[in-house]
């Protein structure tokens, strides 16, 4: 999930919009990754966990996550398509939950973290030789999003941001909303095209300011309690 792999794979399959979770890196750039932590390897190979905002967007989109699935079946394109998903590296982890508690900053418990250096050749040429080999993508920035994924297939932007009280706590060092929704703005209308939008967020002052700042695309309040 997270990945233009997936996305174009789900649009394969009949789906008709694709959710994602953005995030600001270090550097200022919209990237596409779910945790608020994220593994990495340091000089002398042990592992970091850091918060997404203090990753520069290059860590982020060169880590590697495998899924196990057909190789086979996801070479296919959809039916009139002329893109190829595009395949950075990504993190293996367990998705955890997308709400802003506490329990949300917590790292995945299932994955073995750090980044995996496996050449993208290598990747192709194994998954092609072995159907049940794992299919490697990677997490792109948002802008890497919009233009790998097949046009025809929406996106539901995914506004991540952690209520004060995590952002404090865990030292999550997030912009503010305003600097945030600014640059994910920023990216979207340069690389939109005519594709389908809806933005969503658990945070109601994020879901305001994404009204406020924009008035092309819808802006849904998520919420547990239904």
Known sequence: ENTILSFNTAGQSGATHVEMDVQISKDGVPVIFHNWLFDVTTDDSSALRLPVSQVPAATIC??????KSNAAKHKQRA???SKKPTS????PGERSRSLPSSSAGAAASGGS???????????EDEQSSHPSAPIQAGYPTLEQALKGVDDYIGFNVELKYPSDYVNRSQGLGFVDRVAYIDLVLDTLFKHVGSRKIIFSSFDPDM???ASLKQSMYPVLFLTEGG
């Open 79 to 81: 039916p009139g398509s």
């Open 88 to 91: 950075p590296s990504s993190v």
């Open 62 to 67: 060169k880590a590697k996550t495998a899924a």
């Open 207 to 209: 879901c305001l300011l």
């Open 113 to 123: 973290g750090g980044i995996n250096g496996v050449p993208q050749e290598e990747e």
